[in-house]
């Protein structure tokens, strides 16, 4: 657990960056700091580390102070990964990711191994090793990034702003791999952005920052987006708080029904004014029309249990009929959420 | 000296290049070409080894403490620009008719072209990339060897090279005061007119730097593979 107790950073001209800053950031899970540019994010981060140095206040790692642990040594313990991705330009992928072990003395065949290892575990092909930075895109980089942070395995893992400099779909899946990597390895994570979506994805904790360095509010996602704490929360949320947090909303109690489901080869003759084409192997096809004229039209789906209501509604939303196809993991239809199950759960989720 | 001095030297062919060359290459006496070759590659490397290993300290100093960066890159540009012979002139009152009058000023000049470019190498260390060596713990000492020199020799060795051809080259002005080398030839061919001299000079000065240039070229390769990779990307 890390601890701010009563953090202050503020610099010779007077400027504070910090201003009485005091959370925790348990063990185990991933806090987020989220704020505008100005807001002291990225200082508290490297507080943390001692990269910076805090003014007053007691910054504590499992309830010692960092301010007693010597720079080098406390920072060889804790993982960090930077925007840049911050690689040495001039070792090979497998040396920068072997750093911190070699810095903590490991043999070098030991630190090359569990390199090897990481890279693998980050989604990376090993063979990758060996090759330099350059030769990597910005993406791949970022991986290797992570890889390098978490060599040595340690429990804190610092990052900074790591999945801004690349592109949506790209940061999207480093997301993704993020919230894979943590299920496995359950690092207590600081993570800061400045993007409130990233903050809402990832946080099992968000710290909202307002500029001057003061805490607006913390709180997991959920309550951040209905309970918002004051008007610069709210603002920075943004204009649709109600519907992205149908994210937190689950699908497994959505009702399902399995009776618009119809054979690829339909001709009509059903009372609903749309059923579902369904291929032989059991995978969706389309929207027809009940009296079987037209071509199939477009279909949206989610995964009852694993997506989210947000995702359920986006798939309704996608196609003529106004109903959700829930599909299994296999990709086989599982049935049809019409606008009546729909509607049910979101009276429930506006409810609860 | 009636006759021009060029269609003079011109008058002695190649036949003669040869055989004076034979003659001339190791008399065992002072003054072959082989022993002015001997002084030409000492008074050309001292510089050359004495500038980096003086210019890198001067320039990790000047890289930490910037303010001290200007005064000191302008003392060696004004010394740069001074004219060898005074410089020559001040310095036979202390180290006399010495090759080390000659290493002296070679050194200076070194020393002018290296500190920029020990600078100039430090500084072309990305920030992020200093930073995330802060950050995973390395010691300011280990960051500067592992991290900041090996990123900064590119350009260290681009002004490495400079240096070399130069230093090669300059050497021979040394002949002013009776120490340059294979530069000697060339006065020697002055007072007694007489081609072969000149060409052989010309001809070993030429091919020492493009000898020194492809070293450094091949030690850039090999100690920067980096920089290829990231040509070829």
Redesign the interface.
Do not use: E
């Given at each position: 657990m890390i601890t701010f107790d009563a953090v202050t950073k503020r610099y010779a001209d007077g400027t504070v960056a910090v201003d009485n800053l005091s959370l925790e950031a348990p063990t185990g899970e991933i806090t987020v700091f989220v704020g505008p540019s100005g807001c002291g994010k990225t200082t508290s981060l490297r507080m943390i580390?001692r990269?910076i140095d805090a003014t007053e206040g007691r910054i504590l790692l499992d309830g010692d102070p960092v301010q007693d642990i010597d720079?080098?040594?406390?920072?060889?313990?804790i993982g960090?990964v930077?925007?840049?991705?911050?690689?040495?330009?001039?070792?090979k992928i497998v040396d920068n990711v072997a750093?911190?072990p070699l810095?903590l003395g490991w043999d070098r065949g030991k630190a090359r191994s569990r390199a090897m290892e990481l890279l693998e575990r980050v989604g990376l092909d090993p063979a990758m090793g060996e090759?330099?930075p350059?030769?990597l895109s910005g993406g791949q980089q970022q991986r290797v990034?992570v890889a390098?942070a978490l060599a040595a395995d340690p429990p804190v893992l610092?990052m900074d702003e790591p999945f801004s400099a690349v592109d949506p779909i790209v940061r999207t899946s480093l997301q993704d791999e993020l919230l894979r990597l943590q299920a496995e390895l359950n690092k207590t994570i600081v993570f800061v952005t400045h993007d409130i979506d990233e903050a809402i994805k990832l946080g099992d904790r968000v710290a909202v920052l307002r500029v001057g360095g003061r805490l607006a509010q913390l709180a997991d996602p959920k309550t951040l987006l209905s309970e918002p704490a004051d008007d610069f929360v709210r603002e920075f949320l943004g204009h649709d708080r109600g519907i992205r947090r149908l994210q937190f909303v689950g699908t497994e109690g959505l009702r399902l029904r399995t009776d618009l489901t119809v054979p690829a080869g339909f001709s009509g003759g059903s009372p609903e004014p749309w059923v579902l084409a369904v291929s032989d192997d059991g995978r969706p096809v389309g929207w027809l029309r009940g009296d079987g004229g037209g071509e199939p039209e477009p279909y949206g789906t989610f995964r009852p249990g694993r997506d989210s209501m947000r995702s359920a509604l986006d798939a309704a939303l996608l196609s003529p009929s106004g109903c959700a196809v829930a599909v299994g993991e296999d990709g086989k239809v599982a049935g049809v959420a019409t606008r009546e199950a729909l509607d049910e759960a979101l009276a429930e989720a506006a409810d609860g | 000296m009636g006759e021009p001095l060029l269609s003079r030297l011109i008058a002695d062919g190649p036949p003669s290049l040869w055989e004076w060359i034979a003659r001339n290459w190791d008399t065992g006496r002072v003054g072959s070409i082989k022993d002015l070759l001997g002084d030409h590659l000492v008074m050309s490397l001292v510089p050359i080894v004495a500038g980096l290993v003086l210019a890198l300290p001067l320039g990790l100093a000047s890289a930490r403490w910037r303010w001290l960066y200007q005064p000191t890159a302008g003392v060696f540009n004004v010394v740069y620009a001074l004219p060898s012979l005074p410089v020559f002139m001040l310095l036979i009152s202390v180290t006399g008719l010495s090759k080390t009058t000659v290493i002296i000023p070679l050194t200076f000049y070194a020393i002018a072209v290296l500190l920029p470019a020990v600078v100039d190498g430090l500084g072309s260390v990305p920030d992020h990339v200093r930073q995330s060596a802060v950050a995973m713990g390395f010691t300011p000492l280990r960051r500067l060897v592992q991290v900041e020199l090996p990123i900064a020799v590119p350009v260290v060795l681009a002004g490495l090279r400079v240096v070399a051809v130069s230093s090669i080259s300059l050497v021979s002005v040394g002949a002013l005061i009776g120490q340059g080398g294979l530069g000697m030839l060339f006065t020697r061919a002055y007072q007694n007119p007489f081609l072969p001299p000149v060409i052989v000079g010309i001809v070993l000065i030429v091919a020492l730097a493009l000898v020194a240039d492809g070293l450094l070229v091949l030690a850039q390769r090999l100690l920067t593979p980096w920089v290829r990779a990231r040509r070829a990307s």
């Open positions: 580390n990269m720079p080098p040594k406390l920072r060889r313990g960090y930077i925007q840049q991705a911050g690689l040495f330009p001039h070792k750093t911190v810095l090759r330099y350059f030769q990034g390098r610092l | -």
